[in-house]
Protein backbone atom coordinates (compact mmCIF):
# COMPACT_ATOMS: atom_id res chain seq x y z
CA UNK A 1 0.00 0.00 0.00
CA UNK A 2 1.43 3.10 -1.25
CA UNK A 3 0.92 5.55 1.87
CA UNK A 4 4.06 6.74 3.84
CA UNK A 5 4.29 5.80 7.58
CA UNK A 6 6.25 7.93 10.15
CA UNK A 7 9.82 6.05 9.72
CA UNK A 8 10.09 7.69 6.06
CA UNK A 9 9.68 11.29 7.24
CA UNK A 10 12.00 13.69 7.94
CA UNK A 11 10.17 15.41 11.43
CA UNK A 12 13.56 16.47 13.30
CA UNK A 13 12.64 20.20 14.69
CA UNK A 14 9.56 20.31 12.56
CA UNK A 15 6.00 21.34 13.77
CA UNK A 16 4.07 18.07 13.02
CA UNK A 17 -0.27 18.36 12.05
CA UNK A 18 -1.48 15.06 13.50
CA UNK A 19 -4.88 14.91 12.50
CA UNK A 20 -6.57 12.38 15.59
CA UNK A 21 -9.31 11.33 17.13
CA UNK A 22 -9.92 11.93 20.59
CA UNK A 23 -14.07 12.05 20.25
CA UNK A 24 -14.31 10.79 24.31
CA UNK A 25 -17.45 10.75 26.06
CA UNK A 26 -17.22 13.68 28.87
CA UNK A 27 -19.59 13.98 31.67
CA UNK A 28 -19.77 16.82 33.58
CA UNK A 29 -16.02 18.48 32.33
CA UNK A 30 -14.51 14.96 33.29
CA UNK A 31 -12.91 12.38 30.94
CA UNK A 32 -15.34 8.95 31.46
CA UNK A 33 -13.28 6.75 29.16
CA UNK A 34 -10.08 7.49 27.96
CA UNK A 35 -9.46 4.65 25.39
CA UNK A 36 -9.13 7.15 22.36
CA UNK A 37 -6.62 8.92 24.29
CA UNK A 38 -4.53 6.17 24.96
CA UNK A 39 -4.64 4.75 21.47
CA UNK A 40 -2.63 7.65 20.00
CA UNK A 41 -0.04 7.87 22.47
CA UNK A 42 2.44 5.74 20.36
CA UNK A 43 2.07 7.72 17.37
CA UNK A 44 2.89 10.90 19.60
CA UNK A 45 5.72 9.89 21.37
CA UNK A 46 7.26 8.69 18.03
CA UNK A 47 7.03 12.03 16.87
CA UNK A 48 8.70 12.99 19.85
CA UNK A 49 11.12 10.87 19.99
CA UNK A 50 12.43 12.00 16.18
CA UNK A 51 12.43 15.41 17.17
CA UNK A 52 9.00 16.72 16.08
CA UNK A 53 6.75 19.30 17.78
CA UNK A 54 3.36 17.48 17.38
CA UNK A 55 0.05 19.84 16.93
CA UNK A 56 -3.38 18.03 17.61
CA UNK A 57 -6.47 18.30 14.95
CA UNK A 58 -9.26 17.30 16.33
CA UNK A 59 -13.22 17.32 16.58
CA UNK A 60 -15.58 17.00 19.32
CA UNK A 61 -19.35 16.37 19.05
CA UNK A 62 -21.66 18.01 16.23
CA UNK A 63 -21.38 21.88 16.70
CA UNK A 64 -22.48 22.22 13.25
CA UNK A 65 -19.99 24.69 12.35
CA UNK A 66 -20.70 26.83 15.55
CA UNK A 67 -18.58 27.26 18.62
CA UNK A 68 -20.64 25.58 21.27
CA UNK A 69 -18.21 25.91 24.49
CA UNK A 70 -19.79 23.18 25.88
CA UNK A 71 -18.21 20.58 22.56
CA UNK A 72 -14.40 22.75 23.56
CA UNK A 73 -11.52 20.00 23.50
CA UNK A 74 -10.40 21.83 25.94
CA UNK A 75 -11.31 19.58 29.41
CA UNK A 76 -9.20 17.17 27.67
CA UNK A 77 -6.15 18.47 28.02
CA UNK A 78 -5.20 17.25 31.87
CA UNK A 79 -5.95 13.38 30.68
CA UNK A 80 -3.53 14.12 27.39
CA UNK A 81 -0.96 15.39 29.63
CA UNK A 82 -1.69 12.53 31.67
CA UNK A 83 -1.27 9.88 29.49
CA UNK A 84 1.37 11.49 27.51
CA UNK A 85 3.44 12.41 30.08
CA UNK A 86 4.29 15.83 29.20
CA UNK A 87 2.82 19.18 28.94
CA UNK A 88 -0.01 20.09 26.74
CA UNK A 89 -0.76 23.71 25.58
CA UNK A 90 -4.24 24.05 24.32
CA UNK A 91 -5.01 27.18 21.46
CA UNK A 92 -8.37 28.77 21.12
CA UNK A 93 -8.68 27.98 17.65
CA UNK A 94 -7.46 25.67 15.18
CA UNK A 95 -6.62 27.88 12.77
CA UNK A 96 -5.38 32.35 12.56
CA UNK A 97 -3.80 34.27 15.05
CA UNK A 98 -4.99 32.14 18.31
CA UNK A 99 -3.46 29.11 16.59
CA UNK A 100 -0.01 30.64 15.16
CA UNK A 101 0.72 32.10 18.55
CA UNK A 102 0.58 29.01 20.23
CA UNK A 103 2.45 27.16 17.12
CA UNK A 104 5.31 29.82 17.83
CA UNK A 105 5.37 29.50 21.86
CA UNK A 106 5.51 25.43 21.44
CA UNK A 107 8.59 24.38 23.32
CA UNK A 108 9.89 20.83 22.41
CA UNK A 109 9.11 18.25 24.27
CA UNK A 110 5.51 19.99 24.75
CA UNK A 111 1.97 18.95 22.71
CA UNK A 112 -0.35 21.46 21.31
CA UNK A 113 -4.07 20.75 21.45
CA UNK A 114 -5.95 22.89 19.14
CA UNK A 115 -9.59 23.98 19.40
CA UNK A 116 -12.37 21.48 18.29
CA UNK A 117 -12.35 21.94 14.25
CA UNK A 118 -16.28 21.64 13.85
CA UNK A 119 -16.50 24.94 15.16
CA UNK A 120 -15.73 26.02 11.44
CA UNK A 121 -18.11 25.20 9.19
CA UNK A 122 -15.48 24.98 6.29
CA UNK A 123 -14.32 21.96 8.13
CA UNK A 124 -17.58 19.20 7.04
CA UNK A 125 -16.90 21.22 3.62
CA UNK A 126 -13.88 20.49 3.32
CA UNK A 127 -13.42 24.50 2.24
CA UNK A 128 -9.74 25.12 1.16
CA UNK A 129 -9.11 28.29 2.53
CA UNK A 130 -9.71 26.68 6.04
CA UNK A 131 -7.42 23.70 5.02
CA UNK A 132 -4.91 26.09 3.63
CA UNK A 133 -5.06 27.80 7.31
CA UNK A 134 -4.56 24.89 8.74
CA UNK A 135 -1.71 23.76 7.06
CA UNK A 136 0.17 26.98 7.38
CA UNK A 137 0.59 25.82 10.88
CA UNK A 138 2.89 23.15 10.52
CA UNK A 139 5.48 21.59 8.05
CA UNK A 140 3.98 18.19 7.58
CA UNK A 141 0.95 16.55 8.36
CA UNK A 142 0.01 12.68 9.85
CA UNK A 143 -2.98 11.29 9.84
CA UNK A 144 -3.62 9.18 13.27
CA UNK A 145 -7.70 8.69 12.65
CA UNK A 146 -8.50 6.05 10.65
CA UNK A 147 -11.91 6.56 12.01
CA UNK A 148 -12.85 9.60 10.50
CA UNK A 149 -11.15 9.08 7.24
CA UNK A 150 -14.54 8.56 5.65
CA UNK A 151 -15.32 12.19 5.77
CA UNK A 152 -13.61 14.85 3.03
CA UNK A 153 -13.26 17.16 6.24
CA UNK A 154 -10.43 19.95 5.63
CA UNK A 155 -8.55 18.03 8.69
CA UNK A 156 -8.83 15.03 7.53
CA UNK A 157 -8.35 15.38 3.87
CA UNK A 158 -7.82 18.81 2.97
CA UNK A 159 -4.75 19.14 4.56
CA UNK A 160 -3.23 15.88 3.46
CA UNK A 161 -2.99 17.49 -0.38
CA UNK A 162 -0.88 20.68 1.01
CA UNK A 163 1.95 19.21 3.30
CA UNK A 164 3.49 16.44 3.08
CA UNK A 165 1.73 13.43 4.38
CA UNK A 166 2.08 10.32 6.83
CA UNK A 167 -0.21 7.72 8.40
CA UNK A 168 0.34 7.65 12.09
CA UNK A 169 1.03 4.58 14.00
CA UNK A 170 -2.50 3.51 14.96
CA UNK A 171 -4.08 4.51 11.30
CA UNK A 172 -0.43 2.05 9.54
CA UNK A 173 -1.85 -0.48 11.90
CA UNK A 174 -5.57 -0.12 10.73
CA UNK A 175 -4.80 -0.22 7.24
CA UNK A 176 -2.37 -3.44 7.81
CA UNK A 177 -4.61 -5.43 9.35
CA UNK A 178 -7.44 -4.13 6.84
CA UNK A 179 -5.16 -5.14 4.04
CA UNK A 180 -4.57 -8.71 5.66
CA UNK A 181 -8.23 -9.06 5.70
CA UNK A 182 -9.39 -8.41 2.47
CA UNK A 183 -7.06 -6.01 0.47
CA UNK A 184 -5.07 -9.35 -0.03
CA UNK A 185 -5.75 -11.65 2.01
CA UNK A 186 -5.09 -15.56 2.71
CA UNK A 187 -7.61 -17.68 1.92
CA UNK A 188 -10.20 -19.26 2.82
CA UNK A 189 -11.54 -16.02 3.59
CA UNK A 190 -15.25 -16.01 5.95
CA UNK A 191 -17.24 -12.70 6.74
CA UNK A 192 -19.43 -12.76 9.62
CA UNK A 193 -22.01 -10.55 9.16
CA UNK A 194 -24.97 -9.73 11.39
CA UNK A 195 -27.43 -6.65 13.27
CA UNK A 196 -31.11 -6.36 12.53
CA UNK A 197 -31.58 -5.20 9.20
CA UNK A 198 -30.63 -6.31 5.61
CA UNK A 199 -31.63 -2.83 3.94
CA UNK A 200 -28.81 -1.12 6.00
CA UNK A 201 -26.04 -3.42 5.19
CA UNK A 202 -26.95 -4.02 0.93
CA UNK A 203 -23.70 -2.48 -0.02
CA UNK A 204 -21.81 -4.32 2.11
CA UNK A 205 -23.04 -8.10 1.53
CA UNK A 206 -23.12 -6.90 -2.30
CA UNK A 207 -19.22 -6.44 -1.57
CA UNK A 208 -18.61 -9.17 0.34
CA UNK A 209 -19.73 -11.81 -2.03
CA UNK A 210 -17.62 -11.10 -4.16
CA UNK A 211 -14.10 -11.14 -1.93
CA UNK A 212 -15.43 -14.21 0.51
CA UNK A 213 -15.25 -18.13 0.11
CA UNK A 214 -17.96 -18.00 3.04
CA UNK A 215 -20.36 -15.47 4.35
CA UNK A 216 -22.32 -15.98 8.02
CA UNK A 217 -25.35 -13.92 8.36
CA UNK A 218 -26.35 -14.12 11.37
CA UNK A 219 -29.11 -11.79 13.63
CA UNK A 220 -32.17 -10.12 12.73
CA UNK A 221 -30.48 -10.03 8.71
CA UNK A 222 -30.62 -13.66 8.84
CA UNK A 223 -34.50 -13.54 9.32
CA UNK A 224 -34.62 -11.67 6.46
CA UNK A 225 -32.83 -14.67 4.01
CA UNK A 226 -34.79 -17.18 5.60
CA UNK A 227 -37.76 -15.31 4.43
CA UNK A 228 -36.50 -14.88 1.13
CA UNK A 229 -36.27 -18.82 0.95
CA UNK A 230 -39.70 -19.17 1.95
CA UNK A 231 -39.35 -19.96 5.14
CA UNK A 232 -42.01 -18.87 8.06
CA UNK A 233 -40.61 -16.94 10.78
CA UNK A 234 -43.24 -15.98 13.12
CA UNK A 235 -43.09 -13.03 15.23
CA UNK A 236 -39.56 -12.56 14.67
CA UNK A 237 -37.61 -9.24 13.76
CA UNK A 238 -37.28 -9.72 9.29
CA UNK A 239 -37.54 -6.89 6.45
CA UNK A 240 -40.13 -9.25 4.19
CA UNK A 241 -39.82 -6.35 1.96
CA UNK A 242 -36.19 -7.22 1.64
CA UNK A 243 -36.71 -10.70 0.23
CA UNK A 244 -36.09 -9.76 -3.46
CA UNK A 245 -33.01 -8.37 -2.14
CA UNK A 246 -31.98 -10.69 -0.10
CA UNK A 247 -32.72 -13.50 -2.83
CA UNK A 248 -30.47 -11.57 -5.44
CA UNK A 249 -27.42 -11.33 -3.29
CA UNK A 250 -28.17 -15.54 -2.58
CA UNK A 251 -27.69 -15.43 -6.29
CA UNK A 252 -24.17 -13.38 -6.87
CA UNK A 253 -22.91 -15.44 -3.92
CA UNK A 254 -23.56 -18.38 -5.87
CA UNK A 255 -22.53 -17.14 -9.07
CA UNK A 256 -19.17 -15.85 -7.24
CA UNK A 257 -18.63 -19.05 -5.63
CA UNK A 258 -19.27 -18.10 -2.60
CA UNK A 259 -21.01 -20.02 0.12
CA UNK A 260 -23.50 -18.25 2.27
CA UNK A 261 -23.74 -19.92 5.98
CA UNK A 262 -27.05 -19.13 7.46
CA UNK A 263 -28.60 -21.01 10.76
CA UNK A 264 -30.13 -24.57 10.14
CA UNK A 265 -31.41 -23.96 14.30
CA UNK A 266 -32.47 -21.34 16.28
CA UNK A 267 -33.81 -20.32 19.48
CA UNK A 268 -37.14 -19.10 20.15
CA UNK A 269 -39.45 -17.35 22.73
CA UNK A 270 -42.40 -15.60 22.78
CA UNK A 271 -41.21 -12.73 24.98
CA UNK A 272 -38.01 -10.59 24.37
CA UNK A 273 -36.31 -10.05 27.89
CA UNK A 274 -33.61 -11.88 29.89
CA UNK A 275 -34.35 -15.09 31.18
CA UNK A 276 -37.00 -15.46 28.67
CA UNK A 277 -38.04 -19.15 28.33
CA UNK A 278 -37.30 -20.31 24.74
CA UNK A 279 -36.74 -23.21 23.31
CA UNK A 280 -34.43 -24.81 19.82
CA UNK A 281 -36.51 -25.56 16.70
CA UNK A 282 -35.18 -26.34 12.75
CA UNK A 283 -35.14 -22.79 11.41
CA UNK A 284 -37.89 -23.87 9.33
CA UNK A 285 -40.41 -24.85 12.44
CA UNK A 286 -40.59 -21.21 14.35
CA UNK A 287 -43.87 -21.21 15.85
CA UNK A 288 -46.40 -18.89 14.54
CA UNK A 289 -46.46 -16.73 18.24
CA UNK A 290 -42.57 -16.85 18.54
CA UNK A 291 -39.87 -14.83 17.62
CA UNK A 292 -35.90 -16.19 16.58
CA UNK A 293 -33.80 -14.41 18.99
CA UNK A 294 -30.50 -16.56 18.62
CA UNK A 295 -28.74 -19.00 16.16
CA UNK A 296 -29.05 -23.00 17.65
CA UNK A 297 -26.34 -25.04 18.63
CA UNK A 298 -26.31 -26.45 15.50
CA UNK A 299 -25.68 -23.45 13.77
CA UNK A 300 -22.95 -22.62 16.13
CA UNK A 301 -21.42 -26.05 15.24
CA UNK A 302 -21.15 -25.08 11.78
CA UNK A 303 -19.94 -21.58 11.61
CA UNK A 304 -17.21 -23.35 14.05
CA UNK A 305 -16.02 -25.59 11.48
CA UNK A 306 -16.66 -22.87 8.58
CA UNK A 307 -13.87 -21.43 11.33
CA UNK A 308 -11.69 -23.91 11.49
CA UNK A 309 -11.32 -24.49 7.63
CA UNK A 310 -10.55 -20.81 7.15
CA UNK A 311 -7.33 -18.73 7.28
CA UNK A 312 -8.99 -15.27 7.21
CA UNK A 313 -11.71 -14.11 9.57
CA UNK A 314 -13.75 -10.62 9.13
CA UNK A 315 -16.77 -10.26 11.49
CA UNK A 316 -19.17 -7.15 11.58
CA UNK A 317 -22.08 -7.64 14.40
CA UNK A 318 -23.27 -10.26 16.93
CA UNK A 319 -25.08 -13.58 15.82
CA UNK A 320 -28.58 -12.63 17.83
CA UNK A 321 -29.79 -10.64 20.94
CA UNK A 322 -26.39 -10.59 22.50
CA UNK A 323 -27.17 -7.70 24.71
CA UNK A 324 -29.18 -10.01 26.71
CA UNK A 325 -29.11 -13.57 28.14
CA UNK A 326 -29.12 -16.59 27.13
CA UNK A 327 -29.56 -14.94 23.44
CA UNK A 328 -25.96 -14.25 23.37
CA UNK A 329 -24.90 -17.69 23.57
CA UNK A 330 -24.05 -18.16 19.86
CA UNK A 331 -22.39 -14.89 19.45
CA UNK A 332 -19.92 -15.93 22.53
CA UNK A 333 -19.01 -19.50 21.61
CA UNK A 334 -18.79 -18.53 17.90
CA UNK A 335 -16.38 -15.75 19.34
CA UNK A 336 -14.42 -18.02 21.58
CA UNK A 337 -13.88 -20.56 18.58
CA UNK A 338 -12.36 -17.62 16.64
CA UNK A 339 -10.39 -16.17 19.53
CA UNK A 340 -9.31 -20.19 19.90
CA UNK A 341 -7.91 -20.26 16.68
CA UNK A 342 -6.41 -17.27 16.35
CA UNK A 343 -4.13 -17.55 19.69
CA UNK A 344 -3.57 -20.87 17.92
CA UNK A 345 -2.01 -19.05 14.53
CA UNK A 346 -4.00 -20.43 12.50
CA UNK A 347 -6.51 -17.48 11.52
CA UNK A 348 -6.31 -13.91 10.95
CA UNK A 349 -9.19 -12.02 12.54
CA UNK A 350 -10.19 -8.74 12.30
CA UNK A 351 -13.47 -7.37 13.58
CA UNK A 352 -14.86 -4.10 13.46
CA UNK A 353 -18.44 -1.79 14.36
CA UNK A 354 -19.97 -0.79 17.65
CA UNK A 355 -21.54 -3.66 18.38
CA UNK A 356 -19.24 -6.00 17.45
CA UNK A 357 -16.72 -4.25 19.70
CA UNK A 358 -19.24 -4.72 22.50
CA UNK A 359 -19.94 -8.25 21.92
CA UNK A 360 -16.67 -9.77 21.69
CA UNK A 361 -15.52 -7.57 24.73
CA UNK A 362 -18.86 -9.79 26.72
CA UNK A 363 -17.23 -12.83 25.50
CA UNK A 364 -14.43 -11.83 26.94
CA UNK A 365 -12.26 -12.69 23.68
CA UNK A 366 -11.86 -8.69 22.52
CA UNK A 367 -8.19 -9.11 22.99
CA UNK A 368 -7.51 -12.64 21.79
CA UNK A 369 -8.63 -11.37 17.78
CA UNK A 370 -5.46 -10.34 15.64
CA UNK A 371 -7.29 -6.65 15.16
CA UNK A 372 -10.25 -5.10 16.23
CA UNK A 373 -11.23 -1.42 15.19
CA UNK A 374 -12.97 0.68 16.81
CA UNK A 375 -13.83 2.92 13.61
CA UNK A 376 -17.44 2.14 13.35
CA UNK A 377 -18.42 3.99 9.80
CA UNK A 378 -14.94 4.48 8.24
CA UNK A 379 -14.59 0.28 9.18
CA UNK A 380 -17.92 -0.39 7.48
CA UNK A 381 -17.56 1.19 4.15
CA UNK A 382 -13.90 -0.02 3.46
CA UNK A 383 -16.04 -3.56 3.94
CA UNK A 384 -17.96 -2.07 1.31
CA UNK A 385 -15.35 -1.44 -0.90
CA UNK A 386 -15.52 2.44 -0.73
CA UNK A 387 -12.52 4.74 -0.96
CA UNK A 388 -12.14 6.49 2.09
CA UNK A 389 -10.97 9.87 1.13
CA UNK A 390 -8.42 10.19 4.69
CA UNK A 391 -6.50 7.49 3.02
CA UNK A 392 -6.96 7.93 -0.16
CA UNK A 393 -5.20 11.25 0.06
CA UNK A 394 -2.34 10.26 1.99
CA UNK A 395 -1.71 7.91 -1.06
CA UNK A 396 -1.12 10.61 -3.50
Not at 99 to 105: G, M
Not at 121 to 144: F, H, I, T
Not at 154 to 164: K, M, R
Not at 239 to 246: D, L, Q, S
Request: proline share 5%; hydrophobic share 50%.
Amino acid sequence: MAWKTLDEMGLASKVVLVRVDINVPVENGVVTDATRIEKIVPTIKDIMAKGGKPVLLAHFGRPKGKVVPEMSLRPLVPVLAEKLGCKVNFAEDCVGGPAKKAVAALAAGEVLLLENTRFHAGEEKNDPELSAGMAALGEVYVNDAFSAAHRAHSSTEGVAHILPSAAGRLMEAELKALEAALGNPTRPVTAVVGGAKVSTKIELLSNLVAKVDNLVIGGGMANTFLVAKGIDVGKSLAEHEMAKTARDIMEKAASAGCRIVLPEDVVVAREFKAGAENETVAANACPADAMILDAGPKAVDMIGRVFEASNTLIWNGPLGAFEIAPFDTATNAAAQTAARLTKAGSLISVAGGGDTVAALNKAGVAGDFSYISTAGGAFLEWMEGKELPGVAALMN
